[in-house]
């Protein structure tokens, strides 16, 4: 079946450092990816998404290109901020006409920033 | 921000009651979703909604039901409370043309049974 893999948490970082977040994902067909990030006490709320191969999600200074050939959606910024702290989710879904409805989700990685 | 709301947003009950939460959306998006969140385990689908009346069964769906009877309303219930069921509870839903569309998170309900 389908699943994405993301890095153990916590990330504990200083602010303004690089930061790389990594996923991984198996799907049987041709999966549109995403992240979404949950603040604390707060839903998830959609951050990015990418449809198709070498597609590069962006917002909020977060980035992610989609890498079919390492099935891959590193989720990156350049510049974190004590604001940021949050969890951090990746997850897949199969296009409607090609299958199933129901998203995957990773397990969820947290962030902490430091002043 | 999308139109999705739960209720209430915190309910404390004892072993062996019912309890019923509520999801409410204002965009008219086709299917809804109730997960629980619980540390250690990520978002876990409970149940979820393809159309009024349309409902299925998701990876942990033992002591739960939902009914669906319009559009814009989702409603889980625990029919037993037992203090596993204990965590936080949130409806998404996701919609629009059909194909590819992410979902919307409403802001939870957390749930503590004694």
């Known amino acids: 079946g389908d699943s994405v893999t993301q890095m153990e948490g916590p990330v504990t970082l200083s602010e303004e450092a690089f930061l790389t977040i990594n996923c991984t994902y198996t799907?049987?067909?041709?999966?549109?990816l995403f992240w979404y990030v949950q603040y604390p006490g707060e839903g998830l709320q959609l951050l990015l998404k990418?449809?198709?191969?070498?597609d590069k999600g962006s917002n909020k200074g977060f980035e992610a290109t989609y890498r079919k050939e390492t099935t891959s959606f590193h989720l990156e910024k350049g510049s974190v901020q004590v604001s940021d702290s949050a969890v951090y989710f990746c997850?897949?879904?199969?296009?409607?006409?090609?299958?199933?409805?129901?998203?995957?989700f990773g397990r969820g990685t947290s962030l902490i920033v430091h002043p | 921000d999308a139109g999705i709301t739960q209720s209430p947003r915190h309910k404390v009950t004892e072993t062996g009651t019912p309890v019923t939460l509520r999801c409410h959306q204002t965009?008219?998006?086709?299917?809804m979703y109730w997960y629980r969140q619980d540390p250690g385990h990520g978002l876990r689908l409970i149940h979820y909604?393809?159309?009024?009346?349309?409902?299925d069964k998701g990876e942990v769906s033992d002591g739960y039901s939902v009914s669906r009877s319009k559009t814009e309303d989702f409603l889980l219930t625990l029919e037993s409370a037992t203090s596993s069921q204990t965590s936080v509870y949130f409806c998404?839903?996701?919609?629009?043309?059909?194909?590819?569309?992410?979902?919307?998170f409403g802001p939870g309900t957390r749930l503590t049974v004694t």
């Open positions: 998404a839903i996701s919609g629009g043309l059909a194909g590819v569309y992410e979902q919307y």
């Open positions: 799907a049987t067909g041709y999966p549109s």
């Open positions: 990418a449809t198709k191969a070498d």
């Open positions: 997850a897949l879904k199969i296009p409607l006409s090609g299958g199933s409805y129901i998203p995957t």
């Open positions: 965009e008219n998006h086709r299917y």
């Open positions: 909604s393809y159309g009024v009346k349309d409902t």
